[in-house]
């Protein structure tokens, strides 16, 4: 794999690890070693059923103290619903678990979840390129950027800097041509909203039907409404491309993040391949200064953090303080939401308005407070 030098971008300069790399070969049988062994192994691996099941106290499921301290800090945030999952059940749980509302970023990583069934069986091959799958744009895009493939997008380095479709990525945008496919992480939502595009040509499935059949449905989510989801963009639109956007409660994502702490698996059924379970959490770039790596999809805490606890995590992150946090070494699943109107996420996304609410609440330091618990 080759290492490509990058500049400075306002998400972080990163490196390049994997630009070029062959599309995924599934050839690791993962079943016992996708996850790292749980300090509660008695429980590791279950899941909960049509609803979620709750250790009596946090003390039983391993943490030394009731995590009081924990809630204490949430008063002062604009935090909606906190969950705490280890074992495959509730340990804390804070605000309206199941309040369905916008997820923001998070729902990118969603749609990696989305793509390793299709990539297993070769419905997608990573290496197509966007000029083999007729992806061009309002603007035109160049030979250049035409060379970029799906890898490219899901790494976010396509190198295709022209208008993107909706609100949330970097806007410190290099200029067109600056640098070639793979060779510059970019936080760009253009490559995720083709992202969408792509899964969606290819598989034949819109991206929300794929979310109710391969994830909604085999996880048992309990507040998930098809009709919810929807595409949302500028107007007028500055690309071709929107992007997908996902309402989900706090309990549902929290299903999704074990799902793939358990390394794909379900009630014994694999629901996202083992072997992908892997590759998508696997640093494919890293910031130069080490706090965080990016997967497909996929943020990677574990390279600014260090300890044991922290060895091969990975989350979901979205704006306003919408998160989901693996920590397989230690069998645990945090998810934490901030609940907006939806009718504001539309007009954000919509651009009917810029107002960024604030209140953005930043999930490391809180998972610190829980790992913290559990080590005494």
Known sequence: MSQNPVLLSRRGAVQTLAAGAATLAFKEALAANAVAPAAVSAVSGRNPGTHWERWAK?????????????????????????????????????????????????????????????????????????????????????PQEKSATIQHLLMSSSGVYTPQGSPGGDQDTPPRGTYKPGEYFHYNNWDFNVAGFVFEKLTGKTVFKALAEDLAAPLQFEDFDINRQRMLGYVPPTSRYQAYHLFLSGRDMARLGLCMLNGGKWNGQQIVPAAWVKESTAAHVVEANKQNGYGYLWWLPSHGRKSPEWAGSFSANGHFGQYIVV?????????????????????????????DAPGTVSILPIVDQVVAALKG
């Not at 340990?91 to 990539?119: F, T």
């Not at 397989?328 to 996420?345: F, G, I, M, N, S």
């Open 58 to 142: 946090p003390q039983e499921a391993g943490f030394k103290n009731d995590l009081q301290q924990v809630i204490d800090g949430l008063f002062n945030k604009t935090t909606t619903s906190f969950m705490v999952v280890r074992g495959g059940k509730i340990a804390l749980s804070y605000g309206n678990l199941d309040q369905v509302s916008y997820l923001a970023s998070s729902r990118k990583s969603i749609m990696s979840m989305l793509y390793g069934k299709y990539v297993a069986n070769g419905t997608i091959n990573l290496n197509t390129k966007m000029m083999e799958l007729g992806v061009d744009d309002i603007v035109g895009l160049t």
């Open 327 to 355: 920590l397989p070494a230690l069998d645990l699943v945090v998810v934490h939401r901030r609940a907006v109107a939806d009718e504001y996420a539309i007009a954000r996304n919509t651009g009917h308005t810029e107002y």
